[in-house]
């Protein structure tokens, strides 16, 4: 598990994010390069984890305004809050039978950010937002497919283009930017 202190919140209010580590073991192996992802077996449904799905290091930005994943295959995502807030995938955000999104950019706080981020098995992260919201699991795949970044976001690129979540204006519809 990983904690972000109150130092600084992903809101710019305080003045340097620490992060807690609760489980040293997983958060050792993602620094070292050795990611606590699934195997490569996918015998039971689950996607095959490759480089470009393995998390090298999860941390903040420098500033700590962003979430930062450094990849296995050396490329970094960069997740504005708000925005990772807007993509969340839980069942109160999106309709499980059509696959609407439920959640609107009018119903996220633009000063929304984490309290707390929890690694979930080998496979995927839980944010606790300060809004209250804490249902949306974000498997390392969701979050690579999210990388709105100008190499992700060009078509036919690895792993391609993000799900384009309408979180109300145009700078904040990349990750990063």
């Known amino acids: 598990m990983i904690r972000c202190s109150s130092t600084r919140n992903w809101d710019g209010r305080s003045e340097k994010l620490r992060w807690k580590r609760n489980r040293p073991e997983a958060i050792g192996a ?57 993509l969340c995938p839980c069942a109160g955000c999106v309709d499980e039978l059509s696959g609407r999104r439920m959640l609107t950019s009018a119903m996220v706080q633009p000063d929304v950010y984490p309290t707390a981020i929890h690694y979930v098995g080998r496979y995927a992260l839980q944010f606790v937002w300060s809004d209250g919201h804490d ?43």
């Open 30 to 86: 993602v620094r070292s390069g050795h990611s606590p992802g699934i195997s490569r077996a996918s015998s039971r449904g689950r996607s095959v984890q490759t480089p470009e799905t393995t998390p090298d290091h999860i941390g903040p930005t420098e500033d700590g305004s962003a979430l930062t994943i450094r990849w296995g295959d050396g490329h970094a995502s960069t997740y504005q809050p708000r925005h990772l807030r807007l």
């Open 135 to 177: 249902t949306g699991i974000y498997t390392y795949e969701f979050l690579r497919n999210s990388c709105g970044c100008p190499t992700c976001a060009v078509p036919g690129s690895v792993p391609g283009a993000g799900p384009g979540i309408d979180t109300g204006s145009k700078a904040d519809t990349r990750s990063g930017e």
